[in-house]
C-alpha cells in the first residue's frame, strides 16, 4: 500500500485480557519497527524486524510482550494479560533499504493503535 | 546520561520569529541524524535528514556538530502551522537500523 496500515486503530479492553495489534508496512520495505508511546511522553522502542534477520526484541517491556512477522511483511503484535501499564498508542514503522544496501533514509509511521486498558 | 537528549521546552514564539532547538547525543560512533515532526496525537513524520555539512530546506535550517555531539534545528519565520513537538532522532552507534528517538520538544507558535 501507498502508506503503513495499523490496526484497529483504537482498542479498548480489561485488564488480564489478550490483545493483537496489527501492521502493514509499506510494500517491499524489509525493516518493521515497533514503539510504543505513552501520554506524554517519548517513543519508547519494543521490537524491529530485518528481513529474514532474527527480530532485536531489546526493547519488550516483558515476556507478555511477543511479536512475529510473517512473510517479510505483516506483523503482529501481542501483549498476554494486559495491565494497565499497557496503555498506550502503539505505533509501528517501516523501512525501505536502497540499491547499495543502505537503508533509507526516514521511516514512515503508521498512524497507531490507542491501546486503553480498563 | 541519556543518549539522546532535547531541550524540555515548551517554546512558546510569536508568528514570524526564529527558534531553535537543540539535540545532543552520547554516542559519539552514531552516523546518522534525523528531526522528525509530531502534531497532537498523530504519528512522527520525517521532517529533514541532518548532514554533515548543514543543509536547509526553506525554512528549516539543520546543523551537525560532530565535535560536541549536538545537532539543531533552526525554524524561521515561525507559521502557526510550525506548531508540534520536534523529535531528534539519533542511530544507535555505528548501526544504521537502530536508532533513538529524542523525548522532543514542543513549540507553540503563538498569533
Known amino acids: 500500500g501507498a502508506g503503513v496500515s495499523q490496526s484497529p486503530s483504537n482498542k479498548v479492553t480489561e485488564k488480564g485480557k489478550d490483545v493483537e495489534l496489527r501492521c502493514d508496512p509499506i510494500s517491499g520495505h524489509t525493516a518493521l519497527y515497533w514503539y510504543r508511546q505513552s501520554l506524554g511522553q517519548g517513543l519508547e522502542f519494543l521490537i524491529y524486524f530485518q528481513g529474514n534477520s532474527a527480530p532485536d526484541k531489546s526493547g519488550l517491556p516483558s515476556d507478555r510482550f511477543s511479536a512475529e512477522r510473517t512473510g517479510g511483511s505483516v506483523s503482529t503484535l501481542t501483549i498476554q494479560r494486559t495491565q494497565q501499564e499497557d496503555s498506550a498508542v502503539y505505533l509501528c514503522?517501516?523501512?525501505?533499504?536502497?540499491?547499495?544496501?543502505?537503508?533509507?533514509?526516514?521511516?514512515?509511521f503508521g498512524s497507531g493503535t490507542r491501546l486503553t486498558v480498563v | 546520561r541519556k543518549e539522546v537528549e532535547q531541550d524540555p521546552g515548551p517554546f512558546n514564539v510569536p508568528e514570524g520569529a526564529t527558534v531553535a532547538f537543540n539535540c545532543t547525543y552520547s554516542?559519539?560512533?552514531?552516523?546518522?541524524f534525523f528531526w522528525y515532526r509530531q502534531d497532537c496525537r498523530k504519528e512522527p513524520k520525517l521532517l529533514m535528514s541532518?548532514?554533515?555539512s548543514g543543509n536547509e530546506d526553506g525554512r528549516f535550517t539543520a546543523q551537525l556538530n560532530r565535535a560536541s555531539q549536538y545537532i539543531s534545528l533552526l525554524i524561521r519565520d515561525s507559521k502557526l502551522s510550525d506548531s508540534a513537538t520536534y523529535l531528534c532522532?539519533?542511530?544507535?552507534?555505528?548501526?544504521?537500523?537502530?536508532?533513538?528517538f529524542g523525548p522532543g520538544t514542543s513549540l507553540s507558535v503563538i498569533p
Open positions: 514503522a517501516s523501512r525501505g533499504v536502497g540499491r547499495t544496501g543502505i537503508p533509507n533514509y526516514g521511516y514512515t
Open positions: 554516542n559519539s560512533a552514531s552516523q546518522s
Open positions: 532522532v539519533v542511530n544507535k552507534g555505528t548501526s544504521y537500523d537502530k536508532v533513538i
Open positions: 541532518v548532514y554533515s
